[in-house]
């Protein structure tokens, strides 16, 4: 392109081929012929004009080509691929975001395309901001050119694709009118009873009737200070269960469905905070009465037997619906020395899920919580710099303070036998009455006595454990690890019935 613009701006300058009104055009094949004498009331063209009429021209033919190169499949991409073009519908059009590190600062923002074939996630930095975020715009069909493919990053991007787009300088995109062949939306829909055993933080797609939502509420990020508008909602479907979803920023504030409306949400995070939960990410598809059959179904349903039916509820927010909470637990009871004393426990490669009823003895407050990084999606453990800034190294950024993130350790017994385990974040808040990481961090620092108060009140309470035990190798030598994965306080009712049902089997 370089050399075609020198050559033509010789040519205007030595005025050889492109005389006072004679300038070359462009034929479909690429050659260029004199246009005919002009009139004499023809506007003469200045030499720049002439040099910037050529270059459109060139422009257009280089477009032309592009177009007539091969179409190639989401799905046929890999980052081994190059010289592609992809037409594709835009689907999701990120937020531009700033970031400032020690490396500089700079902007960044996503888009999700998908075709037929699948879905991809392209990023553009800086330069490549200005340029496309404007131009994308959901429900779009655009044809993509000249784009790096990069291995995606699973942190970032809930779509199924080991690959993603990286927009750069020399990347095209133009819009192209095609409506008839707009692709549609591909769903792996996980029913709401079988949230239950997927594991937390990860990526289903969900559809329900819209039972009830509640209002706006105001969320404020203990690691930015920012503060978030949320709502949240439950949804039923024909499993007979109901799940609590959360809908975040423009979503939860533009909602206004009433209730039986079908929603769809395609790329919700599970959660595990008092009982399963999905949230509906920025990144995630939230659709309300989507024209796809299994909306047509759920509908029939709504209709026909979803008054009829005695929901059950995942989901357990502020200590409400505890019995239906932990009525998820109510099969595969054990013990903890069933457990403990097989001695093949947790050689599976996902290790072994077990639920007990314990009661904590005691807690390790020496070492209770890890200084993690602040980024959203983020939990790596952050160094301290000589500076006194805190660095991760996964994400290559620093902070003035980190966010603290609790690894609890906690012995819990039974009638039977008692073992430590470990706590996380979300389940270490429900043992500290709702105390957060850094709140104890903070109290160890000033107010010792209130410190140690938070541990000493939360002993002797008695929970419904989900527990996962697993074996790992340390120096040639094997241990059980266990992990608590959810834990809900008892409803003494709900076990009273239990242990009575339990009483009339013999």
Known sequence: MGNISNTLSESVSKGSDLNKNNIGRASSAGSFYAKPESSVNEKVLQPHEKLASLKNIVNDSRIASQKSTTILPIEAISPYSNGFVLKVTCTRVGDIKTWSNSRGEGKLFWANFMDNSGEIRATGFNDEVDKFHSILKEGKTFLVSNCKVVVANKQFSNLKNDSELRFDRETTIEECDDADSKPQYKFDFVNIADINNVDTNSNIDVIGVLKEYFDVTSTTSKTTGRSFDRRDIILADKSGYTVRGTIWGKTAQ???????????IKGAKVSDFRGKNISVSSSSLFLVNPEIPEAYALRDWFNTGYKELELKDLSNMDGANTASAASKFETHRTTIDEVMGNPDVGKAEKGEYFTVVATVLMFKSETFAYPSCQSDNCNKKVIEDSDGRWR?????????????????NLNIADHTSHTW??????????LLDGTTADELTSLRDGDETAFRTIFHNNQGKEYVFRCRAKQEFYKDESKIRTQIMDAQPIDYLSEAKKLIENIGLF
Not at 421 to 430: G, L, M
Request: net charge negative.
């Open 254 to 264: 533009d909602f206004n469905q009433e209730s039986g409306t079908i929603i769809a």
């Open 392 to 408: 991760c190294e996964r994400c290559d950024k620093s902070f003035d303070t980190p966010a603290y993130r609790y690894i609890l």
């Open 421 to 430: 385990v470990t706590a996380f974040d979300d389940s270490a808040r429900v």
